[in-house]
């Protein structure tokens, strides 16, 4: 099946670590989204890219980091500078041509320890 | 900065019944806009979504209502099913940057 495979699905990270949250997807899309979503609230953005190698800032994008080396993969980490990590990460992935619906995967939820 | 919202946090229906969850949005430049559902521990499955040269689009039991000029976005569901039951997002933008709303949860009543 075509679709964005979030993992783990439920991740812990100790005070201090680096943590990446894998996003990948088979749908051949070209822009790929990072979200954080806390409790009772919308959807921001972390980080988005449309196009390999290509990544640019969201609105909350102090704390991460996103690499995107292969059109498939979009990987997330949440470094020990992002104060308040505890939130439900989801990623999305779109195809750039016209105006095409954001597609998301099942999301990771990350807790500190 | 630009907002999106939803005017009430939870709608309760009674299954049979249609549902109307509206959303009020703040930045007139948007062209496009996207309604959501989002089902507890998953992510936002897409149900529709309107240009800004369209008042109104129809899907399966589904209907999006666009009106610029008070910048007010609806989502209507028709003859609502327990399955309906899940909070809604609406988001306005260009596409390839969205800005979501707060979410409206929504319980169908047996």
């Known amino acids: 099946d075509g679709g964005i495979t979030q993992s783990p699905k439920y991740l812990f990270r100790k005070e201090g670590q680096n943590v990446t949250l894998s996003c990948e997807q088979n749908?051949?899309?070209?822009?790929m989204y990072w979200y954080r979503q806390d409790p009772g609230q919308g959807l921001r953005l972390i980080y988005y890219s449309q196009i390999v190698n290509d990544f640019q800032k969201g609105d909350i994008a102090e704390g991460y980091s996103v690499s995107r080396e292969k059109k498939e993969s979009f990987p997330l980490t949440v470094t020990s500078a992002q104060k308040n990590p505890t939130a439900f990460y989801l990623c999305a992935s779109r195809p750039t041509i016209s105006n095409q619906p954001q597609h998301f995967g099942d999301g990771t939820r990350l807790s500190i320890l | 900065g630009e907002s999106v919202g939803l005017h009430l946090p939870t709608l309760s229906v009674q299954e049979g019944d249609n549902s109307i969850i509206n959303c009020a949005y703040s930045?007139?430049?948007?062209?496009?806009f996207i309604w959501y559902k989002q089902e507890s521990g998953k992510g936002p499955q897409f149900i529709i979504d309107?240009?800004?040269?369209?008042d109104k689009r129809q899907g399966q039991r589904v209907t999006v209502l666009l009106n610029k000029t008070v910048k007010h976005l609806s989502l209507q569901i028709a003859a609502t099913q327990p399955g309906d039951s899940a909070v809604y997002f609406c988001?306005?933008?260009?596409?390839?940057?969205?800005?979501f709303g707060a979410g409206t949860t929504v319980t169908v009543r047996a």
């Open positions: 749908l051949n899309h070209d822009a």
């Open positions: 930045n007139s430049a948007s062209d496009y």
């Open positions: 988001a306005e933008g260009v596409a390839h940057k969205l800005s």
């Open positions: 309107i240009r800004s040269n369209m």
